[in-house]
């Protein structure tokens, strides 16, 4: 769709073929980006893929990904998270000689690597070096970050922060032609192709899938390592097939409801809710099983159009307005005449619930409640999710009393910040502590204080502007120096991941001058958080 690119989403894929890396990234979604034709030039026996939507930075066609560097040895890299210290990062690489041209912080990581890299015996490179290299990213590189770089001459290398904020897994499967091996944001993107989840990757852990013997290596780079994993990934942003850190994100979902009703229960016990009702599509496995500990019946209200892009990102509160008028509509039936129970995932700006509440008293409602299977979102999110400056979230200085007036409703209800690590936390008893920070402001890295928030409020407020550029698919010489771009005429690249993904497909690696097979196209979902909002599934595909 043409907003999906107004947005500034995106999607792009490196592979390589043993002698050139094939690059081909555009603004848009997968299925808008990646046609036939670009599939068959993207050939090879490894490559990287990622999606996106605009956070940090701005939306120049410079900021799409994966981003490459020639020095040393041609380096590729997706990114998933957001790093806090970027600007003592980009005067550290610049007094060092480094260009950077971009303002995103996924080009500091790259440059970060590479330099880190450049350290070392390029020449005779060991895997021990490798991982060296990557120590230095870590005690150099403060806040969320997930990454996969697919380097000449070495292979896969995907590493995960100290802190273990955002996610990364890996798989394999037997082949008859040998063993391949998978990096991916979340499990479904190993479950898409056939590969058997093997485990995540640690905080502060990295592994290498190597180019030259097909082999996996991993290791801890950093003693201080912390496990922390973003209750907002367990919420909203992963699919409900997904297993991330141990723990199913349905049967965590199905957690929050039941203990959203509890809550429910214990502040009004005597409720009279005739129906729950989900706001499509992420709240539907929490408001299935707050219905059914409420003894209340479920129904679907809400019937999605899914051919309108997604909201929250939608530039300006008037346009997200009448695009949520356009995507969801109601039966009527379901509303009229009764107290209805809206469930969502979350409560952010509170656009669209202002809006539901307003449809669903439209329907015939006689009373409209709103609940959020998360706690209140009060604070902004500086580890890679697009969650707004203090004073556009509607729960910012603000009781549950006020929120509902605020939205319309006759009252809101939230999960506490207890509930939702527990909803979690009971799947995977060693999973002790999260990163809830939007939620309680409390900021696992340590790094983030009120000026921190001051300034990011200020750089905030002066709202997001969509850029144009170009992208295409770019044939790149694996060897330094040599670069010629092949560039097909193309839209604009741009924007945030979420969700990176590298393969390595090793029975390729004995022949180099034979290309490898067209990549494989799978999904990995994702979507910008915000109320009746809730589809992951087509932000994120990959190779």
Request: proline fraction near 4%.
């Amino acid at each position: 769709s043409g907003a999906s690119r107004a947005t500034g989403d995106a999607a792009g894929i490196v592979t390589f073929d043993g002698r050139r890396l094939h690059l081909r990234k555009e603004r848009g979604l997968v299925a808008q980006v990646f046609e036939q034709r670009h599939m068959e030039q993207l050939v090879g026996h490894c490559g990287i893929g990622h999606t996106r939507y605009p956070t940090a930075g701005s939306s120049s066609a410079a900021e799409a990904q994966p981003m490459y560097t020639n020095t040393p040895l041609g380096i590729s890299l997706a990114h998933n998270g957001n790093l806090t210290n970027p600007e003592e990062l980009r005067e550290s690489l610049q007094a060092d000689g480094r260009h950077i041209n971009t303002n995103s912080d996924s080009e500091l990581l790259l440059n970060v690597f590479a330099e880190e890299l450049q350290r070392r015996r390029i020449r005779h490179l060991t895997n021990d070096e490798v991982f060296d290299a990557i120590r230095g990213v870590m005690r150099r590189c403060r806040g969320a970050y997930s990454v996969v770089l697919l380097v000449n001459k070495v292979g896969i290398v995907a590493f995960r922060d100290p802190t273990g904020i955002r996610p990364l897994v890996f798989g394999s499967r037997e082949t008859s032609s040998g063993r391949d091996l998978c990096v991916a944001s979340e499990s479904v993107a190993l479950d898409t192709m056939q590969f058997t989840l093997d485990r995540d990757v640690r905080p502060g852990e990295a592994v290498i899938l190597s180019m030259k013997t097909g082999q996996l290596a991993t290791c801890k780079c950093t003693e201080r390592a912390t496990h922390n994993p973003c209750l907002f990934e367990y919420v909203y942003f992963a699919r409900p097939d997904s297993v991330m850190d141990g723990v199913s994100v349905y049967e965590a979902r199905l957690n929050m409801g039941q203990r959203l009703a509890q809550q429910i229960l214990s502040r009004f016990p005597d409720h009279d809710i005739d129906v729950v009702i989900p706001v499509p599509d992420t709240s539907r496995t929490s408001a299935l099983s707050c219905s059914y500990t409420l003894d209340r019946p479920y129904r679907e209200g809400f019937i999605k159009n899914r051919y309108i892009a997604r909201t929250f990102i939608m530039p300006g509160q008037e346009v997200r307005k009448k695009t949520i008028r356009l995507k969801l509509n109601t039966i009527k039936s379901e509303f009229k005449g009764k107290n209805v129970l809206l469930v969502d995932d979350s409560i952010v700006r509170g656009t669209t619930s202002t809006e539901l509440v307003q449809v669903a008293r439209e329907a015939g409602a006689r009373k409209v409640f709103f609940v959020s299977a998360a706690p209140a979102v009060r604070f902004p999110n500086v580890y890679g999710i697009d969650i707004p400056t203090r004073t556009e979230l509607v729960a910012h200085e603000r009781d549950d009393a006020q929120v509902a007036e605020a939205i319309g409703a006759d009252w809101v209800v939230y999960n506490t910040i207890a509930d939702l690590e527990q909803s979690v936390s009971s799947i995977n008893e060693s999973l002790s502590s999260f990163d809830g920070s939007c939620f309680n402001g409390n900021y696992v890295t340590g790094d983030i204080d009120e000026d921190y928030l001051r300034a990011l409020d200020a750089k905030r407020g002066g709202g997001r502007r969509l850029h144009s550029g170009s992208g295409g698919v770019v044939s790149i010489p694996a060897v330094p120096g040599e670069v010629d771009l092949r560039m097909q005429s193309a839209a604009n690249a741009v924007a945030r991941a979420n969700g990176t993904l590298a393969a390595n497909g090793f029975h390729d690696v004995d022949a180099p001058d034979r290309p490898g097979s067209p990549c494989e196209a799978l999904q990995n979902g994702g979507d910008s958080p915000e109320e009746g909002d809730s589809s992951s599934a087509e932000a994120c595909e990959a190779l």
